[in-house]
Structure formats: C-alpha cells, structure tokens
C-alpha cells in the first residue's frame, strides 16, 4: 500500500494515481496487490485484491495505482498517442531500492517507470504506429541496461538505458517469436522465451556498450501436432527458486534450470495448466497463482475480464475490463525475491 506521501504525489501527477484500499471479500492475510495490463482503457492498474469485483467507474477506490503515459510530458517524446497501443507487459522489478513498473505495448512503447510517482527511469518507441517489432516484454538488469522482446519483429534487444531515460543504442540477437524474458542473478544470464524455444545469452562489453551471446537453448514440449509450441510467458517461480514458469500456446509448465527439464510436477498443475495462458506468477507468501485466459465475446480475442486464482481456487471480475496480462504488484530484485 502506498504511505501517505507517496499517494499525494502520485494522485498530482498526470499518468499515475493513487487510491486508498478497502473492502476484504476473505481474500487470504498477505496476499498482494493485482498489476494488470486493461487494453481497454489502455492503462497499467494496481487493484486491491481483497475486492472480487473491481468496477473502479462506481468505486475508483478499488485502484491502487494507475499508469498511462497519454498526456504525460515526460512520455511526450515516445508519442504514446501512437505508441501506446494494446500494452501488453507490466512487471514490478526492484533496482537499486527503487520500485519500477517495466511495460511494452504493441505498437512500440517500452519504457521502466518508477512507482509510485510515474517518473521516466527510461523508455523508447520501437517503430511506432505499426507492430511490426512488437515489444512483448522487458527486463532490467543489474547495471541498469533494459532488455526488450520483439515478438513480430524475432528478436532480442538489449538497450544501454544505464545511460539515461532518452538512451537508444542497443545490441541484439535473432529470436523467432520472441515473447518474455528474465534476467538470472544467480547464474548471471537473461533468458528468453521465443516461439520454439527457451534460450539463455551471456551479457558482454560495457553498460554503455553491451553485448548479447547465445550460451544456451532448448526446445519447448511440443503441443498440437504440426504447430509451433508458441511459448508465451515467462517468469520465476517466486515460491521456488531454479524453476521457471513457461507458458505455451497449449499448456503451463515449469521450467527446472538444473536438471534441464519441463515439468508439471506442482501443486495445482490440473487447474493452472491449460492452453492459451496469457500470464502467470505465484505469490510466495500465500502459495496463490494467478493466471488470465482469453473469454469469448469481447472486443479483442485475446482479451478478458477474469483474473483467475489458483490454491485456492477463486477469481477477480473487472467490469467492463478488456485484461491481458495479470500478475501480482510483489516487485522481484535482480535474484528474483520479493521484499
């Protein structure tokens, strides 16, 4: 929850806002904010999870925090008119004891966001108003340089935004239907997920000047005969350290480093694990996963109203929502623990 004085500045601010929580609906002691990417109303959204219903157009109180860079000066130079289509990313990573929110849109936008004052730690526009590149995803890593997955675009970048919030030069490498990626503290890599496979790459040269080399890779499990695997979403498994959650077009897997396998071997599999999941992510304090699914009959097909909740089994609704990805606000450090 935000302290007093940083809700007063972020509710000042034009791309951020924050609220005061309510309600309990017997949601579990401990659990975490919900960070949601809602296309619809093309914003980031920290909702208050002891709300099973969010309507925040009868109730704004049930928004923790907000984020759209539309009319904010700060973003002014990444035409987030254009740019900031369909967002499609929202992370929370600590650095260097700040909280940031990283977040991609479809059409370009990218940029890691300080909460709660919305101020610009960094961002670009990767070909805006076409998504030709596509920024599904980004991570940041230790020396403060930001990688990006360009899913449409097939390939991994690695911006040296160490070098200021405006900084452009960048390294990349190939990665058909790049999708989601983690930085490594423990073993010093990033890995990315792409449409076949799971690779790592080694971080050479300078902050200023980095590198990307391919050190690793492996194919995912094969879904629907004939068909790419689609690998989609990556994450830690917050809740157990060496795994990593790989979601594809047809199931949920955990990814175990050491032994170099797909599992699913965890407690609920038979209820996170189906096709099609956008998103997914464990709450290490509750044991609670998150996942969202595409619903039929909204706008956009990939869209959805429900944030699903496994162990226990239960769900959040945001009335009139049109929601991509879900995970909860418990921003990770660079060896992937929560504080």
């Known amino acids: 929850m935000l302290g007093a004085a940083g809700a007063g500045i972020a509710a000042a601010l034009p791309a951020t806002r924050a609220y ?3 309600g309990d609906g017997g949601v579990p002691v401990g659990t975490p904010p919900v960070l949601l990417t809602e296309q619809a109303s093309k914003r980031l959204l920290v ?30 130079d990444l035409l987030p008119d254009v740019s900031w289509v369909y967002p499609c990313e929202a992370k929370a990573r600590l650095h260097r004891r700040h909280t940031y929110v990283l977040t991609t849109a479809s059409f370009g936008f990218v940029a890691v966001v300080h909460h709660p004052t919305g101020r610009r730690y960094w961002g670009t526009a990767i070909g805006p108003g ?91 499990p094969v879904g629907t005969p004939g068909k790419t695997p689609g690998g989609h979403d990556l994450h830690p498994v917050a809740g157990r350290p060496g795994r990593l959650w790989v979601t594809t077009n047809a199931a949920v897997f955990q990814y175990e480093i050491k032994s170099r396998t797909f ?23 509750t044991g609670q996963v998150l996942t969202t699914v ?36 418990s921003p990770l450090d660079h060896l992937g623990r929560g504080r």
């Open 20 to 22: 005061a929580a309510g």
């Open 47 to 76: 909702l208050d999870p002891r709300r099973r219903v969010w309507d925040p157009a009868a109730d704004p109180s049930v928004i923790r925090w907000e984020f759209s860079p539309v009319g904010d000066p700060r973003y002014k």
């Open 130 to 220: 076409d998504d030709l590149f596509n920024p599904h995803s980004a991570e940041i890593l230790p020396d403060g340089n930001v990688a990006v997955a360009c899913s449409t675009g097939a390939r991994v970048r690695l911006y040296a935004a160490s070098q200021g919030p405006r900084a452009t030069r960048y390294a990349e490498a190939e990665l058909k239907g790049a999708h989601g990626l983690h930085w490594d503290g423990v073993r010093g890599v990033l890995w990315a997920l792409g449409d076949d496979e799971l690779v790592t790459y080694e971080v050479g040269g300078t902050a200023a000047r980095p590198t990307l080399e391919r050190t690793y890779a492996v194919g995912l």
């Open 263 to 285: 599992v699913r071997d965890f407690a609920g599999a038979a209820e996170i694990s189906r096709k099609s999941v956008k998103a997914v992510g464990d709450d290490p304090r």
């Open 294 to 329: 595409p619903e039929g009959g909204l706008e956009e097909t990939w869209w959805t109203t429900t944030v699903s909740v496994h162990r226990p089994e239960s769900s959040y609704k945001l009335v009139d929502g049109g929601i991509y990805k879900a995970r909860w606000f």
